[in-house]
């Protein structure tokens, strides 16, 4: 009993010697061929900053977004994150070609205690960051908003392993619950977080991990989905149809999600909306989302959390996706696709002797795919139930099993063409991952790696 109350004042002591979390909401506004800035406002947060303060600085080269705190007086950085975002997506949609648009986007770092100045970069035609918007903040501006947003109810400590500065702090946020689905979304949220830990490397990292959960009461049951005439006032704005995408789940309100979130220590934001329908998405370094009561929401739940958290690019190449790719074929930031078969950000993982190009079964397997996916549009052009997408997916995972499973490259590392949505041009590690099918075979080499990398990046 001593011993516990002990590590109790520990912890309040630790948390009350950080500092508090300051956020920076802003406009992002633009095309595809230019974006602005505008500073909307500056918040102090409710909870003080949960990271270990001797990790504040990124150098994981990760993100097509870059921000860092700078000393204004001496330039020192303080604070640094890469990170991807919506914005990030939409300018490599058509509609961005003819359509300017604004999304609201937020920097989190801990509140300084002197004039700070903010770079925010993007990657540049040759990959590296760039400025392309400078700012100042002075923490003692009195403009700066220190009021209390709306409680969105109890946080809920699904794990608590310890302090939040030793952890990786992941917040489960329920959207399209009313009050009287509370508990269902304690279990929704429960059996998804256990699904995540039942996968390397997550499984053997459980114990660096502290998960919590909110969920802000619904006014009425699900979320909206545009393209069938369902329409939701959510309390966190998630939706289906995302850039005209029938299963991409985003929600487009940045403040309603963040001031929810800011209730509870996070580093990274699972967005579960109470729906039947398969659906979700992932954003580096901003949130990922799932459809809670989806026949396949345990597999869409920890591939699209592997966006969010390391950052990993799709390695499919079949499925309809509203963004395009640079025809030039750069080499991309995400840790698990390549341009570059011969020398791969993997290289270290390679089996050896294995050749590159790596041979696979990858005519059958692209015949296959595009004759399923020219099902699933005929399913959806007829409106058909649910039921009848889950048995098309039930089909093509039997055959990405039995096709993949068999092939004699399926365990080597190497360097497999077909990835990054495109088939020719780009190469993943494995023949076979979470990221490219759907099949239960677990993370890639590479997605691994990434994944490990992050987990160090935050807890100790």
């Known amino acids: 009993m001593l011993r516990r109350l002990l590590l109790s004042l520990a912890t309040v002591a630790c948390l009350a010697a950080a500092p508090r979390t300051m956020r920076v909401d802003y406009g992002h506004t633009g095309d595809a061929s230019q974006e602005t800035f ?90 590296a960051f760039k400025d392309v918007w400078t700012f100042d903040v002075d923490p003692r501006d009195p403009a700066i908003d220190r009021s209390l947003p709306p409680s969105p109810g109890p946080v809920l400590a699904l794990q608590k392993s310890g302090p939040p500065a030793d952890k990786v702090d992941f917040l489960i946020l329920g959207d399209g619950y009313t009050a009287a689905e509370r508990p269902k979304f304690e ?140 025809p030039a074929r750069p080499e991309p930031w995400e840790p698990n696709v390549t341009a570059n078969p011969e020398h791969p950000k993997w290289a270290a993982l390679l089996t050896p002797g294995v050749p590159r190009p790596t041979p696979w079964k990858k005519a059958e397997f692209e015949a296959h795919s595009l004759a399923i996916q020219k099902e699933r549009r005929a399913i959806r052009a007829a409106n058909k139930p649910e039921a009848d997408m889950d048995a098309l997916f039930v089909r093509e995972r039997a055959f990405e099993t039995r096709l993949l499973g068999t092939d004699t490259h ?31 075979v677990g993370f890639c080499a590479a997605c691994r790696a990434a994944i490990e990398r992050v987990i160090r990046m935050y807890a100790k």
């Open 187 to 326: 279990k929704d949220a429960r059996r998804l977080m256990a699904m995540l830990f039942a996968q390397p490397p997550f499984k053997e990292h459980r114990s660096d991990f502290n998960v919590w959960a909110i969920c802000p009461p619904a006014r009425e049951s699900g979320i909206s989905r545009p393209s069938t005439g369902v329409y939701r006032h959510s309390p966190l704005g998630a939706t289906y149809d995302a850039f005209g995408s029938e299963r991409y789940v985003l929600t487009f309100d940045n403040r309603a999600w963040r001031e929810a979130a800011s209730f509870a220590p996070y580093e990274f934001v699972e967005i579960l909306v109470n729906g039947q329908t398969y659906g979700g998405g992932g954003i580096f370094n901003l949130f990922s989302t799932v459809a809670a009561d989806s026949l396949w929401s345990p597999y869409v739940f920890v591939h699209e959390f592997g966006h969010h958290f390391a950052g990993l690019a799709d390695e499919y190449f079949t499925s309809d996706v509203a963004t395009t790719n640079n």
């Open 410 to 440: 399926s365990h080597q590392v190497g360097a497999f063409e077909g990835a990054n949505y495109e088939s020719k041009g780009y190469y993943r590690s494995q023949e076979d991952c979470i990221m490219f099918t759907r099949d239960n």
């Open 38 to 127: 505008g500073l909307e406002r500056v918040v102090i947060e409710p909870l003080p900053w949960p990271g270990d303060p001797a990790k504040s600085l990124d150098s994981s080269n990760l993100g097509k977004y870059f921000f860092e705190v700078d000393d204004k007086a001496t330039g020192k950085p303080l604070y640094s994150r890469g990170f991807a975002s919506i914005y990030g997506e939409w300018e490599t949609t058509d509609e961005a070609k003819t359509t300017r648009r604004t999304f609201d986007e937020s920097l989190r770092f801990p509140e300084p205690d002197r004039p700070v100045t903010i770079h925010l970069k993007k990657r540049d035609a040759a990959n």
